[in-house]
Nanobody, 115 residues
Framework: QVHLVESGGGSVQPGGSLRLSCAAS????????MGWHRQAPGRQRELVAI???????HYVDAVEGRFVISRDNAKNTINLQMNNLQPEDTAVYYC?????????WGQGTQVTVSA
């Protein structure tokens, strides 16, 4: 059963931008928070950005000022605008949702940043 579907990944040069989208079912979208995590080769999955049901946002230091997370309640989607991408941002990006624990995930979308 598909609950979260990411799109918008791809390959860009350093300094480029991508916009990821995640379409959620209404049940998933109604959870306390949604967000984006990423997993790079050789690294654990890490939190990137969170947006709560009420619209509050939080970012890890590595992406603060470059990435913007948002939600579109009419479309049951969240987005991640990624600007000034760097090679270190290369990873599979996962859309997730939680009430207490991050336990609901999409399939992931690949983001590759290279010259």
């Amino acid at each position: 059963q598909v609950h979260l579907v990411e799109s918008g990944g791809g390959s860009v040069q350093p300094g480029g931008s991508l916009r990821l989208s995640c379409a959620a079912s209404p049940t998933i979208f109604s959870m306390n928070a949604m967000g984006w995590h990423r997993q790079a080769p050789g690294r654990q999955r890490e939190l990137v950005a969170i947006i709560t049901r009420g619209g509050s946002t939080h970012y890890v230091d590595a992406v603060e000022g470059r990435f913007v997370i948002s939600r579109d309640n009419a479309k049951n989607t969240i987005n991640l605008q990624m600007n000034n991408l760097q090679p270190e941002d290369t990873a599979v990006y996962y859309c997730g949702a939680r009430n207490v624990e991050w336990d609901t995930w999409g399939q992931g979308t690949q983001v590759t940043v290279s010259a």
